[in-house]
């Protein structure tokens, strides 16, 4: 069978945003569901804050690149299992969106960037700003469950033989010459 790779650039925003999306949600939902200190919630709120405002832009970069990319490929000459995979790719990207977007909408004081930035609330109104914190809420627990079948569908293709893993690897990509390779 030929494994094709992804390129570097499509390795590295994955992995990257894989580990900053699990990390906020694992933490958020923790902080949120437990009693921990004032100083432990205090701390996650501004990292995951600070991390995922930081993280915007390469997440635009990523959707940007995965556009490109479906641009490329015809999605009627795709079978029905590369349309469905193609479907939980853009619904993940979609939920990922709205994730960033509400998060930025529900602030309520001004967004910290890692002491080095603040950024002006763009929202003022209390009600306007809870209607944001369940939407975004609601959103990270589908992306939640979202994350979960795309980690499912990963096991069953390697269980199957389908190496999604060495594709999605920086070992592989090193042979990839096409930037649009999948």
Known sequence: MKVLGYSKKRV???????????????SGFYVAGNEVSVSLKHWVAFFNVSLTTV????FVWRLCIFFAHTRC????????GEKLAWFAHVLIYLTVSVVLVTGVLMMDRPIDVFRLIEITPP???PKLIAQFVEI?????????????????AVIVHEVRGHRILRRMSFRRCANCSNELLE
């Open 123 to 125: 929202l003022s109104d």
């Open 136 to 152: 975004h809420v609601w959103a990270c627990v589908v992306l939640s469950g979202l994350i979960a079948l795309h980690v499912g």
């Open 73 to 80: 490929k015809h999605l009627n000459t795709l079978s029905l």
């Open 55 to 58: 993280f915007i832009p390469f």
């Open 12 to 26: 590295l925003l994955h992995w990257v945003s894989a580990a900053i999306i699990v990390w906020t949600l694992i």
